[in-house]
């Protein structure tokens, strides 16, 4: 559901969790609406420092936004992401779905912001799930989307949209719009690696991911340029 629409937009929400993909599609709002905003969820996840993240990238990109604490998922458990007593699993480790995979999370989020964003006449919702280049999860999905687009304005009688701008875009793809949109210089200040780390671990999935993607884009990763500096 790429935004077809030649003139700005009125206003919205960004679901911004500080990492590669979220931060592009927050730059690609700045250009697509008026005024943008920006929400992100602490939902208990053991990479805490993507919470640091939003606020600095949300600072750089000078938009307005909020952390909303939902414990729930920790008390779920049952994947890495939020149960410390599971491990990453490494890029070559994974088969079928990976235990990063939480539940029903974007279904949440976006549930959420959907609300969050009803209380404020919003009716536009932007998030950075994508279907071609991701770890298998299902609530990435376009159909998952489209699906969860029509319950969220029959539940709620609103006329929601949900852009996701990168859902048929490889990673390479995604670093080269993240610089058409003028996003590679937030890009330092993002957070990918599912271990936490910083300078990121390099082994798991996500750093695995990136690091393809920038390096098939011709650019070099400013994250770990800055992590080269702090060394």
Known sequence: MRSAYNELMAEAL?????GQDSTTCLFWALQQFDKVKAI???YGQRHRIELDSARKIAELANVRHRILAIDTF???GGNSLTTSDIPVPTDEEQ???PSTFVPGRNLIFLTFAAAYAYQRNIQDLVTGVCETDYSGYPDCRQNTVEALQLAINLGMESHLRIH???????KAQTVILAKEVGALDAMA???TCYNGQFP?????AACVIRKRGFEEA???DPLLRRAAKSV
Not at 164 to 170: E, I, K, V, Y
Not at 200 to 204: A, E, F, R, V
């Open 189 to 191: 200040w993002t957070h």
């Open 164 to 170: 996701t701008p990168l859902m048929w875009l490889n």
């Open 74 to 76: 920790s008390a779920l």
């Open 200 to 204: 990121p671990c390099g082994d798991c």
């Open 218 to 220: 011709g650019f070099e």
């Open 40 to 42: 992100t969820f602490d």
């Open 14 to 18: 960004v679901v911004l969790s500080g």
């Open 95 to 97: 088969d079928g779905l």
